[in-house]
């Protein structure tokens, strides 16, 4: 069974960064368009970032653009995501799965694979 790992979270203080990762094992995902959701206590989950299946374009959420980046590396089965100046907003638990595309922003989990644990990011002020 296909499998979602997401990894790299932590606790920072308000400006400063971390790099996550989701990591896919049973099949590849390199033919689909990939992002990053999160979900803070007591809220829905929410599109944060996408990306297509060669990286040529990307889709950000407003309230982090020009802060995060969404990059993928096909032949590690990877998706990464970069956060840099991070606010305690972002404090979220943070997953990843298939976009049915970039401008829906809309996830289809079950149509690659359940959404994953997640990974917890928590920012301090």
């Known amino acids: 069974q296909v499998q979602l790992v997401e990894s790299g979270g932590g606790f920072v203080q308000a400006g400063g960064s971390l790099r996550l990762s989701c990591a896919a094992s049973?099949?590849?995902?390199?033919?689909?368009?990939m992002g990053w959701f999160r979900q803070a206590p007591g809220k829905e989950r929410d599109f944060v970032a996408g990306?297509?299946?060669?990286?040529?374009?990307?889709n950000y959420a407003d309230s982090v653009k020009g802060r995060f980046t969404i990059s993928r590396d096909n032949a590690k089965n990877t998706l990464y995501l970069r956060m840099n100046s991070l606010k305690p907003e972002d404090t979220a638990v943070y997953y990843c799965n298939v976009l049915s595309d970039l401008a829906s922003r809309r996830p289809v989990p079950g149509f690659f694979a359940s959404w994953g644990q997640g990974t917890q990011v928590t920012v301090s002020s």
């Open positions: 990306i297509n299946w060669s990286g040529s374009s990307t």
């Open positions: 049973g099949r590849t995902f390199s033919n689909y368009v």
